[in-house]
């Protein structure tokens, strides 16, 4: 847990990037507005955290899971967000099986490689 309300906060740096992402070229944001956001997120991010912990215990599960926190959007009444909060799980996934079965495939090569240098006593 956090030890200080401020532990709880989004890296400045962050929200600057996704707002500035979101507007168009040459719109300046305000630093009130920038904290403004930075604070709404945040509580946006612990409400839907709490609501996806709320589903997960019911199930008799500690973890919280992805779907978990697609059906808390739901509950929650943000139905626009779920198809893309689907499709950008469903890329997560897709790039965590592409990055491990790359590193098996690394593994294998290396093993490969040093399988075939070893010298064997019966040659």
Known sequence: M???LEDLNLPNA??????REALPD????AKE???AV????SIFILYLTSSANIIAKKSNRKTVSGQDVIQAMEDIEFDQFIAPLQ????????NQK????????????????DDSGEIHEDE
């Open 26 to 29: 040459g719109v300046t944001v």
């Open 98 to 113: 592409e990055k491990k079965d790359a590193s098996t495939k690394k593994k294998q090569q290396k093993k490969d490689e």
């Open 87 to 94: 499709e950008a799980l469903e890329n997560f996934k897709k």
């Open 38 to 41: 930075a604070k709404a997120a």
């Open 33 to 35: 507005a920038r904290a």
């Open 2 to 4: 956090a030890e200080k």
């Open 14 to 19: 962050v929200v600057t990037r996704i707002v």
